[in-house]
């Protein structure tokens, strides 16, 4: 199984984004999708996750910001970034609760960068 995470990039104060993931491989189904951010000398925190059966959870940071959506038949999780800031500057991660037969499995994407800067 792979996440394959997209749409990050340099962006100014105030303005959108959209990453994407996408998982590939041989699985059953996903449970949850979350996407996670890491800035530099800071934690990896939670952003927002959405469930399989659409139950959404945001980071109180983000919260009226961002919205995180799925495409269940592609597989694919989007998170619709606007109003950036600054400090939403961060590598973004793409986790995903994957079933492979009775069992659960953690995925990782190889995270993307998004920069919020002027």
């Known amino acids: 199984v792979q996440l394959v995470e997209s749409g990050g990039g340099l962006v100014q104060p105030g303005g959108s984004l959209r990453l994407s993931c996408t998982a590939s491989?041989?699985?059953?189904?996903?449970?949850?999708m979350t996407w996670y951010r890491e800035a530099p000398g800071k934690q990896r925190e939670l952003v927002a996750s959405?469930?399989?059966?659409?139950?959404?959870n945001y980071a109180d940071s983000v919260k009226g910001r961002f919205t995180i959506s799925r495409v269940e038949a592609e597989n694919t999780v989007s998170l619709q970034m606007n109003s950036l800031k600054p400090e939403d500057t961060a590598v973004y991660y793409c986790n995903g609760n994957i079933r492979k037969g009775s069992y659960e499995y953690s995925y990782w994407g190889q995270g993307t960068q998004v920069t919020v800067s002027s």
């Open positions: 959405i469930t399989y059966g659409g139950s959404t």
């Open positions: 491989g041989f699985f059953s189904g996903i449970n949850r």
